[in-house]
Structures are given as structure tokens and as C-alpha cells.
């Protein structure tokens, strides 16, 4: 006799979710690695405060941590919406989360911009971990943005509902590690 | 709109709000002089905002516990990468 709970086929929208969570769990691996080089460069160098962090400016990132923070909210109810077949709540709220992941980038880009104005360059003990830890969060932002953005124009061809918002959810839980990550470096970079 | 909606509405307003009440308590704290009190209130707060969005805004206190398994075991497998950055690989470059 089979063992019918062991041949059941697993739902195809568990199975992607599934396969998102083993994703993030690689991107912790991943980021871990960058940190820690960035922490070895100050342990190496105790002068990280005079040569590096006064660069930084303390309340322009914190405005551009509030506004993913913001973003990260929309997007849940971006989820919230579809789940409950609001298709307007679903697209206003993505909207919101493309709109506001623009802000965090042209903040990012604006720090940079002022950092390279102030002769910080990549070449530096500090400037090269700073620039790749936070240059490859920015591309995970812009990346998350161009999905977003694809979700709503693919919205219109073949529309999300109250049972297939799995592509959304998927997308979510995406956007919403992107912004643990940046809860991880404001502390790590910025404040301490 | 259902009961248990408003409820979970209402629910993630509060998590948004305490998210940004905590960035706003780091953003103050870091301008403590006192390195002893600044750095563990810091790293608490990271760890707390960080926990809020993985339970809550991710739904791993609502979902099956195989994602946090999945999202724990890539912490537990970069506790040996640390390890071998830290220690291993600066003694092979004569550090």
C-alpha cells in the first residue's frame, strides 16, 4: 500500500516560498561575510572615528533608514491588500515601496557623491569595505525596485488575486530582508 | 472589513511605529559620549528591529517553522565563515 502523504506533490507557490527562504538564508552567509570584513578593517585600523565615520553624515542616513523602514510597511500592506482582493490597495501600496526605494538610492547616491566630493575614495583602508558593503545593499535595493515594477506591469497582463499572490508574497519577504539588512549596517557603519 | 483585518492592520501599524521609534532612540543614543553604555543599547536595538521584521512584516511567528529553520541554519553557517576570517585566516598571513 502507498503512503499517499509521502507521494503528495508539494503546492507550487509553498515550494517557491520555500525556495525564497533558502535564498535569504544564503544572503545571510553572504552579508555576513562582507561585514565582517568591514569590522576587520576597523579592528585593524583604530582610527576608524577620525579617518572614516566623521565623513558621515549621521541624520541624512537616519532620514534614509526611516524611509525604508517606511517602505518595508507599505509593502506588508501591499500583501495585506491582494490577500484580501484589494487589487488598487495591492498596486497603491507597491507603488508606494517603488517610490520609496527610489528616495533610499538617490539618498545613498547623494552620500556618496558628498564622500567622494571630501576626497573618501574606494582605494582607502575604509573607503573600499564602506563602498562594496553598502554598493552591493544599494543593488539589492534597485534590483528590488525593478521587481517591484515588474510586478505591477506584469499586474496588468495577468492580474494578482486573492488566491494567486504568492509572486507578491515571494517579493515581500525579498524586500523585507533588504531591510533587515540595512537595520544591521546603519547600526554597525553609522552609529557605533 | 472583517474584525480579525482591522486587528492585523492595527497590528502592523504598531510594529511600523516601534520600528521607528527605535531608530529614532539609536539615532539619539548615538551621539552618547560613552562607549560602555552606547555600543550593547545599539546593538540590542539592531537586534530587536531586526527580529520585529522577520517575525511580523515576514510572518515567521504566523508561519511554518521551517523557514525560520532555513533562515537560522544560514546564521549557524556563518558563525564558522566569522570563525575562519577571524582567526584562521589572519595567522596565514603572519598576523
Redesign the interface.
Known amino acids: 500500500m502507498s503512503d499517499t502523504t509521502a507521494t503528495a506533490p508539494v503546492p507550487q507557490e509553498e515550494s517557491t516560498k520555500l525556495g525564497m527562504w533558502v535564498f535569504l538564508g544564503g544572503e545571510v552567509v553572504f552579508f555576513v561575510a562582507l561585514i565582517t570584513i568591514f569590522l576587520l578593517a576597523r579592528l585593524v585600523n583604530p582610527d576608524y572615528n577620525a579617518q572614516f565615520r566623521s565623513h558621515l553624515s549621521i541624520p541624512v542616513i537616519a532620514l534614509n533608514t526611516f524611509i525604508l523602514v517606511t517602505s518595508s510597511y507599505f509593502m506588508v500592506r501591499a500583501l495585506e491588500a491582494i490577500v484580501h482582493g484589494d487589487q488598487k490597495g495591492m498596486r497603491n501600496n507597491l507603488l508606494g515601496v517603488i517610490i520609496l526605494g527610489l528616495l533610499f538610492l538617490g539618498g545613498q547616491a547623494f552620500e556618496w557623491t558628498s564622500l567622494f566630493a571630501e576626497g573618501v575614495s574606494y582605494t582607502t583602508v575604509f573607503g573600499m569595505p564602506f563602498f562594496t558593503l553598502t554598493g552591493i545593499h544599494g543593488t539589492h535595493v534597485f534590483i528590488g525596485v525593478l521587481w517591484a515594477i515588474y510586478i505591477l506591469v506584469g499586474h496588468r497582463r495577468i492580474p494578482y488575486t486573492q488566491e494567486n499572490h504568492h509572486g507578491i508574497e515571494n517579493f515581500g519577504l525579498y524586500w523585507h530582508f533588504v531591510d533587515i539588512v540595512w537595520i544591521v549596517l546603519f547600526t554597525l557603519i553609522y552609529l557605533i | 472589513m472583517s474584525h480579525a ?1 482591522t486587528e ?2 492595527t497590528s ?2 504598531g510594529i ?1 511605529i516601534i ?2 521609534v527605535l ?2 532612540i ?2 539619539l ?3 552618547v559620549q560613552n562607549e560602555a553604555i ?2 550593547p543599547v ?2 540590542g ?2 537586534v530587536i ?2 527580529v520585529l ?2 517575525l ?3 510572518h515567521l511567528k504566523f508561519d511554518s517553522r ?2 525560520t529553520y ?2 537560522v ?3 549557524v ?2 558563525i564558522p ?2 570563525l575562519v ?2 582567526i584562521v585566516m589572519p595567522r596565514l598571513a603572519g598576523h
Open positions: 483585518t492585523k492592520r502592523y501599524l511600523f520600528l521607528i531608530t529614532l539609536e539615532t543614543v548615538s551621539y552606547k555600543f545599539l546593538i536595538l539592531s528591529k531586526a521584521v522577520l511580523y512584516f515576514m521551517i523557514y532555513l533562515f541554519a544560514g546564521c553557517l556563518a565563515l566569522i576570517m577571524t
